[in-house]
């Protein structure tokens, strides 16, 4: 399985960026797919995730500003983010966890950078 993500960018304060995450590969039963960030100097930590039927789960610090949603026709994970602050610069990684086989996948990681 192969995840590519894509969107981050340079955005100013309070403005908006969708990220994207499409997986490929051999996909078997169901999944959880989500997105995590990682500044310099700290550890990847959570962002959001969506399972298979749709039930989301998001830290704290998002406040009801992103939104996560998936494809499933596409293996594609989406994240919407909305008024994002200067401590929202980090690289973005997109996460899929199978069931079946117990095994993670990760993304390459999308740089988002929130700057005026």
Request: with cysteine.
């Amino acid at each position: 399985v192969q995840l590519q993500a894509s969107g981050g960018g340079l955005v100013q304060p309070g403005g908006s960026l969708r990220l994207a995450c499409a997986a490929s590969g051999s996909i078997f039963g169901t999944n959880i797919m989500g997105w995590y960030r990682q500044t310099p100097g700290k550890q990847r930590g959570l962002v959001a995730t969506i399972d298979s039927e749709g039930i989301t789960d998001y830290a704290s610090f998002v406040e009801g500003r992103f939104t996560i949603s998936r494809d499933g026709a596409k293996n594609t994970v989406y994240l919407q983010m909305n008024s994002l602050k200067p401590n929202d610069t980090a690289v973005y990684y997109c996460r899929m966890f199978t069931f079946l086989s117990s095994r993670e996948y990760w993304g390459q990681g999308t740089l988002v950078t929130v700057s005026s």
